[in-house]
């Protein structure tokens, strides 16, 4: 604890700590607690009829689909990205590392735009495309581009910190003792970043299943062919069916929940193994 | 194996790391690669390892050149200063990591290796942390398991970066011994890599002293010690009184004092350094022809050697002389008092204008 000296006044505390409960109760309790409430208001009968509609199962499935094909290539550029970045120094490092975020900052309806630009229709390899009949706008392929793109820089920034904490002693002790390199990357790099490699999945994927703006621009909202789960809760919105738009919400909100309780289990795992990494030895 | 390096340069953007070098290490032996931080030696022995490499010039392993070798063909074994343990394995499974990623045909069976593993953590004396992990060891403990996993995969060199560096004294000197004792059982030729003169002194079979990615001299402890080739190496191997003068047909005088210079008869009135070890300075109550007088400042007397700093006063210099606490005893100095000041044998340079005396100068 500080001194009593430097502490505030109570009621300087109370007024700071009154006003953060205060906003966290307005921006995100009250929120999840009405997707709740609305979806189950009506009875538990009908918050489970919402998912046996045939659409809402294919909006689940793409959504899915969608997701985990985004996180698996995020994974392995994120894996690659990461390792480029640490260990090794060339020119315009830095440059690569400030593209890396870019999907953070782009609007999400930008991102689409730019995949309707590249290939829709009217785009600069539609007319390509199309003489191939390969359609790629309001299609899976599409999908799974916008989702990928959104949900890119969160593997590699997870686990880049740790790369670099990591240093490459280890890796080189193992290629000294005759390890190839691929095997010192499974045996020695990947054990050690384990923890942040999933931190860094599971928040790709929380990011991949959420995604709506971008997707919204090249799904073309074909229903139960390129809706997805967001889309989905949108159309059922617009169309006054509150109960099932809700419910299906609240199955976002369950994966948004679960995403925060991995992290943060995760977080601590990281912490602990770094803890132990710093242990000075006597 | 012998080790043999030659015209070895290194470049790192605008600063050489290493000029034209040459090494060679006989079969068999320990030897020290000595320097102040900065000197290069630790980039010589990522090079032998392959981990780095040079711009130009050649490492010879047995007679060999294995510069365009791979990695896992050169044998060498590397200890790292900060051990470099695989955290999240076991102390057995570090050990036997060199032999589990052996190609298949030439694995050892799985009890060979656990065979294997545990004679050499008895050879470490570490044969009951097995099933530990790294950081539940303390630093002395971690480096002999490095050591243990550098020589299951029975390297034909050990090379060694400041294996003791991230040590305490104590451990850091007990360590040093066992090195030693562990060389002479197995024979295995090693190179370590040192800041530490008094390390390199005690346990290696020979020295190599370098300075700013150049060799300043080669040699057994003895010579290197008491024949420093220059300046340098004479400052750089222990504590030392430095004393400017000249030069004249094999006779020093050095600002008050007169000595012997072998090795300079022929020199004329040169500029010369003349540098005296603190055991070669002689204190005395009774005045003596040629002495320099000067008052103590600090007297330490901890250990077999008492160390007593002294202030030349009329010269305007700090000299320092280490004498045997017996000694000391028996000549009841006290802080204050003021002495005659005899040195009794200098190693004398000849002033080389290209010689950068300020970087070691006192």
């Known amino acids: ?282 | 194996m012998s080790i043999e390096i030659a015209n070895l340069h290194k470049r790192f953007g605008q600063h050489t790391i290493l000029e034209n070098l040459n090494l060679k290490v006989e079969t068999g032996q320990l030897v020290a690669l000595l320097g102040p931080s900065g000197s290069g030696k630790t980039t010589i022995l990522r090079i032998i390892a392959d981990l780095e490499q040079a711009d130009a010039g050649t490492v010879i392993l047995n007679g060999r050149d294995t510069t365009q070798d791979p990695l896992d063909k050169r044998r060498v074994g590397f200890v790292f200063q900060h051990y470099a343990l695989f955290r999240h394995m076991t102390i057995f499974e570090n050990v036997a990591f060199g032999l589990q990623v052996r190609p298949r045909a030439q694995r050892p069976s799985k009890k060979d290796i656990s065979d294997r593993v545990r004679e050499l953590l008895s050879l470490v004396q570490l044969d009951w942390v097995a099933d530990r992990y790294p950081h539940q060891l303390s630093g002395g403990q971690r480096q002999r398991v490095a050591l243990a996993r550098a020589l299951a995969v029975e390297p034909e060199v050990l090379l060694l970066d400041e294996p003791f560096g991230a040590l305490d004294a104590k451990v850091r000197a007990e360590l040093r011994r066992w090195l030693r004792k562990l060389h002479d059982d197995t024979g295995i030729t090693s190179l370590f890599v040192t800041h530490d003169q008094e390390e390199a002194l005690e346990v290696a079979d020979r020295i190599a002293v370098l300075h700013q990615g150049r060799l300043e001299q080669e040699g057994t402890p003895e010579e290197v010690y008491e024949h420093p080739a220059n300046p340098f190496v004479f400052h750089f191997l222990g504590d030392v009184n430095l004393f400017h003068g000249r030069v004249h047909q094999g006779q020093a005088e050095l600002a008050g004092v007169s000595l012997p210079a072998p090795g300079h008869e022929g020199a004329e009135n040169a500029p010369a350094v003349a540098f005296v070890r603190p055991h070669d300075v002689e204190l005395s109550r009774e005045p003596e022809p040629g002495a320099l007088v000067a008052e103590i400042t600090s007297i330490h007397s901890f250990g077999p050697l008492a160390r007593v700093q002294l202030r030349d006063h009329q010269a305007g210099r700090d000299l320092e002389a280490a004498l045997p606490l017996e000694r000391l005893r028996a000549l009841r100095l006290t802080l204050g008092e003021v002495v005659f000041v005899t040195p009794r044998q200098a190693k004398v340079f000849l002033d080389q204008p290209t010689e950068a005396t300020g970087t070691w100068g006192i």
């Open chain 1, 1 to 282: 604890m500080s001194a009593a000296s430097v502490r505030e006044p109570f009621w300087v505390r109370l007024l700071l700590t009154l006003v953060a409960l205060a906003f966290l109760a307005v921006a995100l309790v009250a929120p999840l607690v009405a997707v709740f409430h609305q979806a189950l208001k009506d009875g538990l009968a009908l918050y489970f009829a919402a998912f046996q509609e045939p659409e809402a199962w294919a909006a689940i499935r793409l959504s899915l689909v969608a997701a985990t094909v985004a996180v698996v290539l995020n994974t392995v550029f994120g894996l690659a990205a990461a390792w480029l970045l640490a260990r090794f120094r060339f020119r315009g490092k830095g440059f690569l590392t400030t593209l890396l975020d870019i999907p953070f900052v782009v609007s999400p309806v930008v991102a689409g735009l730019i995949f309707v630009l590249l290939f829709g229709a009217q785009g600069w390899f539609g007319p390509w495309l199309d003489a191939r009949d390969i359609r790629i706008v309001f299609a899976l392929p599409g999908i799974i581009l916008a989702t990928t793109f959104v949900s890119l820089p969160f593997v590699a920034r997870e686990i880049l910190p740790t790369l670099q904490a990591q240093g490459t002693e280890e890796e080189e002790a193992a290629r000294m003792l005759g390890a190839s390199s691929w095997r010192t990357f499974w045996r020695i790099t990947l054990p050690n970043i384990r923890w942040a490699l999933f931190s860094g999945i599971v928040l790709c994927s929380a990011r991949a299943l959420g995604e709506f703006g971008a997707v919204s621009v090249v799904s073309g909202h074909i229903r139960g062919e390129t809706n997805t789960l967001p889309l989905h809760v949108e159309i059922l919105y617009n169309e006054y069916q509150f109960t099932a738009a809700f419910a299906c919400a609240s199955l976002l909100t369950l994966t948004a929940l679960v995403t925060l309780l991995l992290k943060s289990l995760l977080e601590w795992r990281i912490r602990a193994a770094a803890r132990r990494a710093l242990e000075i030895p006597s």
